[in-house]
């Protein structure tokens, strides 16, 4: 759902999708003109719409520099494939976000002038189906996938204040996604299975829930999303309202955990269960897809790197249920990933069912277990009490301050040492306010002030002390 912009050219005319900060004097038809360098705004460009075309590293620097020559508005171009459009928040000068496909109807376009349009539309969303950076990952300390799920939470059009709507986005917006499909599909099932008890009925909505949950490919590595960043994939209330089949595994859940694995070879059993009476043989078709954490020098990133994706399978239900047996021997890629990954590594991936080979995926079941030793991970430092014959400690002296941070350099009381302190803040936020999409003033700053320290030096005040015991110096 996204406000947008009426344009018309020299050739032709449109609409553009646009998600805008405010509209505040954006009420009559208006020239665009367009920025290439985010400090070159000229007197030609008052009362105007300023294009610019990359997303600059200060946009509160740049929207000072527009507001000096009296710009109407400022449209960035998002040219971050991979970034959908954000919107712009705090502030009373119009800012909005256009992608970099639409950008091209209005720079190819000769002159143009644009009209804002109050309605909103719906658009499709090319980054729609992207895991957020930010999102949390599992495990949970019993190495269970984590989340069980994930749904639609950024840039959710939703109610604001003083009677008007605005975009919000976390878990607040994704949970009553989740729950308000969560309730049509008891009210469903509650009309074609009367005979259940609420406990059944609640216990057979989530396993539905979770095994038709559609798994998220991410786009830059052409690889699913590991288990333990999006669960069982995005909800899908079509898929979920129209479902034939869940898949749970030995103990009715709809997740797997492998736990440490001692070797690549998998071996484990997932089963099939139809929702509907089956009168006559019934063929499916199954796929196994895995993947492990990739890895980028010697450290790991939050992507998925491709491990090995199996041919599909049929096999034959006869019944209501079936037990299917999964094997899968990664061996011939151990060697590889034991000398990129010597501490051990995580083996994700999905069991994925079809109908008809040319159909949708119709549901799936996630997987995840460690090779290695998990509980014995290395995860800190070395100690200092390690450090004998090695450097110490205290770092050397310091006369002056070098590092000019006399705000962070703390003395307690007068004691023997000095430290260099800095604070916690999430790493999304602190982007946003270095690109001044967050103000100085907000309390998201300030949301982690925990203090970090970053190392600790010997007092540089030359003192003397005299220490007195039974009348002895």
Known sequence: MSQSFDYSGETYSGNIPVTMSTTSGLDKTIPLKVLTDTNSFTADMANSIVLVKEIPQNIKQLIENAKKVTVKAILIINNRESQRNFHYPYSDFPVGLISKKHSQLLLNNGKIHLTFNANYRLYKDPNGSQMLPESSWGVTAEGHIKPDIVAPGYDIFSAGEKNKYTYLSGTSMSVPQVAGIMNLLIDHLQKIHPSLTKVQRLELAKQIMLSSASPLVDKTSNTYYSPRQQGVGAINADKALNAKYIVTDKNGQSKINLQSLKSTQLSFSVNVQSLRPTKSPKTLYYQITTSTD????????????????????????????LQVPIQLDLERFTKHLDATRP????????????????????FSIPFSGFKGDFTNLPALEEPIYYLKNKESFYKTKIIDNQLNFN????????????????????????????????????????EAPRKIVLGAFDHYKEENYQIKWDNQK
């Not at 501490?343 to 119709?362: P, R, S, T």
């Open 294 to 321: 990739k890895v980028d020098g010697s450290h790991f990133t939050h992507q998925s790197e491709k491990i090995y994706d199996s041919k599909w399978q049929s096999l034959v239900m006869t019944g209501d249920t």
């Open 343 to 362: 501490n051990g590594y995580f083996i994700d991936g999905f069991v994925h069912f079809k109908e008809n080979l040319n159909d949708q995926e119709a």
């Open 407 to 446: 705000h962070s350099l703390d003395e307690s009381n007068g004691n023997h040492y000095t430290v260099l302190t800095s604070h916690e803040v999430p790493y999304f936020l602190s982007q946003d306010y270095k690109n001044g999409i967050l103000p100085e003033e907000s309390s998201f700053i300030s």
